[in-house]
């Protein structure tokens, strides 16, 4: 799992201990499983947030995780043009890599560790897929794609694109050194990462060392998400259970807690656990394939505009290959 590595975490900055006599730990309210699913042309995905209830997601609509798989020659996958409005997303790359490309020009690689950050706004046209290099030599795909709503407000903003490098992630740890933390967006304990976002939220990526633990500060007004990417540990000062797959949704309060098992299987060196919440915008939800608004007008409009070509045009190049 390449993303970002450091030789030294006790070189980092270190995430104070917050004061457990003025800080309310979090609660584990409930633990699901993704169900495995297929996306795009046919790459496998965990859907993260099946069963949760929409109250404890808000602001975010859905989530996969890519993979991990390892593809043969000629078979790594991606997805066709298609549209969105509404919302933003996010593509993070842990292994492997992905081409993206929109109809505002924005565009790139996104590989090992780093994020690209699509706000769809009114209407946009994307495609993401493997390069050829990786469709003819095959490889190792691993990664996330989230989807974080937009307020009315903003619904209808322009399209915007983000490139978000992986040396540009913020790198913290925990006062012992166990916890590397990338800070992909928000902020924790005071410390920024590098995505700007229209919707207040905080992603980080935590690789958690076998024994090691965290207590981390966490905004009171967001809600709070734990997803296990990989390995074996536990979250809560409950020290409920939380492997590869499986997301925790953790209750109110100011702080908090995961932490490794001690002994992790042959396939991995650490936990490694995606760390998410947001301001809830507690608007109605009104949300079908590509688009995430508020109403079924809303969404009937976006079929319309989107049908008649007002959502954005595949460039020439594209259309002519």
Known sequence: MPAVRVDNNLLLERIDIPDPTTN???PVLGRTTAPQAFEGEGFPVRRAFAGIATEYLDPFIHMDQMGEVHYGPGEPKGTAWHPHRGFETVTYMIDGIFEHQDSIGGGGIIQNGATQWMTAGGGILHIERPPESLVISGGLFHGFQLWVNLPSAKKMIAPAYQDIRADQVTLLTSPDGGVLVRVIAGSIDGHTGPGVTQTPITLAHLTISPGASITMPWDPSYNALAYGISGDGFV?????????????????GETITLSARASQDERHDAFDVLLLGGQPIGEPVAAYGPFVMNTRDELRQAFED????????????????
Not at 310 to 316: C, M, V, W
């Open 24 to 26: 309310r730990p979090r």
């Open 236 to 252: 809560g000062q409950e020290n409920i259970e939380l492997s590869t797959g499986q997301l925790a949704v953790l209750g109110d």
């Open 306 to 321: 989107f049908q008649a070509g007002r959502l954005g045009t595949i460039p020439a190049e594209e259309r002519s290959s």
